[in-house]
């Protein structure tokens, strides 16, 4: 579970505004959470708290691992992102090294023990339809392969939390289609957290939905949820209407 209490963020002390302001969700375990907002709505401030890459001005942010226990990711940084396998939107992956040899570091990085890595690597190069590219170099591979080989790397150490940041922007429709179903395939397992500005994805994944703009969050609920309480005929009308990019008020 992923879970941010009355989170705050601005950048600087001499920052008048907050990126983000006295925001609460949950990202529940074997559940797919998505956080859809335009772009500089305060996603990405989200996910780096959630990611121990910079800390809250006020409020927490907790991960829990498999036995439930919280984690705050602020005082135990080290633990909480032992817990979250995280897929960036631009991979930022060692072009130098083949797709076998990065998989292998990051499960060593894992404390995974030595002789367990290889059938790691054979059940997600088989899960991620890696077999034919984990002796190629990772500056050779498309950009499909590379998203694929970060999110085998994200999930060879099963985490219980993965955090997707954008995670088909830049894909064509046949690798949309199969990373909906990695996704979905993972959420059985963990709790999985969509940032995402694609009303498509979320109507296509998401359970539960936190719809965040001007760095708040406007509305919460299921699809459904969401479009009753809007009055809206659809999650894209919802979005429109609740972040003011709607002429009907």
């Not at 633990?79 to 797709?99: A, D, K």
């Not at 919460?220 to 209407?241: M, S």
Request: a positive charge.
């Amino acid at each position: 579970m992923i879970k941010l209490e009355n989170f705050s963020k601005k950048y600087s002390i001499k920052d008048e505004n907050f990126a983000v302001t006295n925001v609460s969700l949950t990202a529940n375990d074997k559940c797919i959470t998505g956080i859809l907002g335009p772009n500089g709505a305060g996603k990405t401030t989200i996910i780096k708290a959630i990611c121990s890459f910079h800390y809250p001005t006020s409020g927490n942010v907790f991960v829990t691992d498999k036995d439930n226990n919280k984690i705050d990711c602020s005082a135990c940084q080290d633990l909480s992102r032992n817990q979250i396998g995280y897929v960036p939107e631009i991979t930022n992956l060692p072009n130098s090294l083949t797709v076998a040899e990065y998989l292998e570091q990051i499960a060593l990085n894992h404390n995974i023990l030595t002789q367990k890595i290889p059938e790691l690597i054979k059940k997600v190069a088989k899960d991620f339809s890696l077999k034919e590219v984990l002796q190629k170099k990772i500056k050779t591979l498309s950009k499909g392969y590379k998203q694929r080989t970060s999110f085998a790397g994200a999930l060879i150490y099963n985490p219980q939390n993965i955090i997707l940041d954008e995670p088909v922007n830049g894909l064509d429709p046949a690798q949309i289609i199969q990373f909906r179903k990695l996704i979905k395939d993972a959420s059985s397992k963990a709790s999985v957290l969509i940032s995402t500005h694609l009303m498509q994805e979320v109507e296509a994944l998401c359970d539960y939905i936190y719809i965040i703009n001007n760095g708040n969050i406007q509305i919460e609920g299921t699809k459904e949820q969401i479009i009753k309480k809007t009055n809206c005929n659809n999650i894209e009308e919802a979005f429109l209407k609740v972040t003011g990019q709607s002429d009907e008020k």
